[in-house]
C-alpha cells in the first residue's frame, strides 16, 4: 500500500515536497515514480527514481524544477517541486512497479498506487 501526503495550496512560484511512505511490505527493489491529473486530462507521466536512487527521469514539463528521491529505509519516496506553475495543478500520484528509463513513464508498468493528493497552485 502507498500512502501520498504533501499536497496543498501554493501560489505560483513557491515549492511543495510531496511523500509517498510504503507499507505492507518493502519496495527497495521497485522502480518508484510520480504521476498526476490535471482536471479534464489524462493521468501523465511526472518522474521515476530507480530502485537504488542511482537514476532518475523527468516529464520535459517539470525538468529542471521537481527533483524525486528515495528513502529506502524508511520505504519513502519524495518529490521536491520548485517554481511551481499554474499548470502544475494536479492531483499527485506514487506509483511501483517493475521498470527501468523512460519505460516506467507508462502507468501499465506499475502494479502499486498511491491514492493521491492534491496540489493547486494559484496564479
Known amino acids: 500500500q502507498l500512502q501520498a501526503s504533501g499536497g496543498g495550496l501554493v501560489q505560483a512560484g513557491g515549492s511543495l515536497r510531496l511523500s509517498c511512505v510504503a507499507s505492507?511490505?518493502?519496495?527497495?527493489?521497485?522502480?518508484l515514480s510520480w504521476f498526476r491529473r490535471a482536471p479534464g486530462k489524462e493521468r501523465e507521466f511526472v518522474a521515476t527514481?530507480?530502485?537504488?536512487?542511482?537514476?532518475?527521469y523527468y516529464a520535459d514539463s517539470v525538468k529542471g524544477r521537481f527533483t524525486i528521491s528515495r528513502d529506502n529505509a524508511k520505504n519513502t519516496v519524495y518529490l521536491r517541486m520548485n517554481s511551481l506553475k499554474p499548470e502544475d495543478t494536479a492531483v499527485y500520484y506514487c506509483a511501483a512497479g517493475y521498470c527501468s528509463g523512460y519505460g516506467c513513464s507508462a502507468k501499465s508498468r506499475h502494479d502499486y498506487w498511491g491514492q493521491g493528493t492534491q496540489v493547486t497552485v494559484s496564479s
Open positions: 527514481i530507480s530502485w537504488s536512487g542511482s537514476n532518475a
Open positions: 505492507g511490505r518493502t519496495f527497495s527493489s521497485y522502480t
